[in-house]
């Protein structure tokens, strides 16, 4: 089994920065790919950012240029470096990590953007 534990939510002003941290515990393989998704009120769950264990990365082309994606592999986490932080950024964003044919989901941390 496979636990995510994320933490770095919480409430920032439009143009603000935040940094999102997800540590996995459990049976890890060093091939496993991780990433962050998000999911607003009323609607579904959209991929922000991917990364696979070479360290090649994957983002949605509403995030390219603000956030960026990096990993620790000897501490088996994840990071979301979000910059210029927009309204439409508000959701409750979740860690994923993928090895062979199975997915775990982090609990959810909630970011949002207001002023």
């Known amino acids: 089994q496979v636990q995510l534990v994320e933490s770095g939510g919480g409430l920032v002003q439009p143009g603000g920065s935040l940094r999102l941290s997800c540590t996995a515990s459990?049976?890890?393989?060093?091939?496993?790919?991780m990433g962050w998704y998000r999911q607003a009120p009323g609607k579904e769950r959209e991929l922000v950012a991917l990364?696979?264990?070479?360290?090649?990365?994957i983002y949605a082309y509403s995030v390219q240029g603000t956030f960026t994606i990096s990993r620790d592999n000897a501490q088996n986490t994840v990071y979301l470096q979000m910059n210029s932080l927009k309204p439409e950024d508000t959701s409750v964003y979740y860690c994923?990590?993928?090895?062979?044919?199975?997915?775990?989901w982090g609990q959810g941390t909630q970011v949002t953007v207001s002023s």
């Open positions: 459990g049976n890890i393989f060093s091939g496993a790919s």
């Open positions: 994923k990590l993928v090895q062979w044919i199975s997915a775990y």
């Open positions: 990364i696979d264990s070479s360290g090649r990365t």
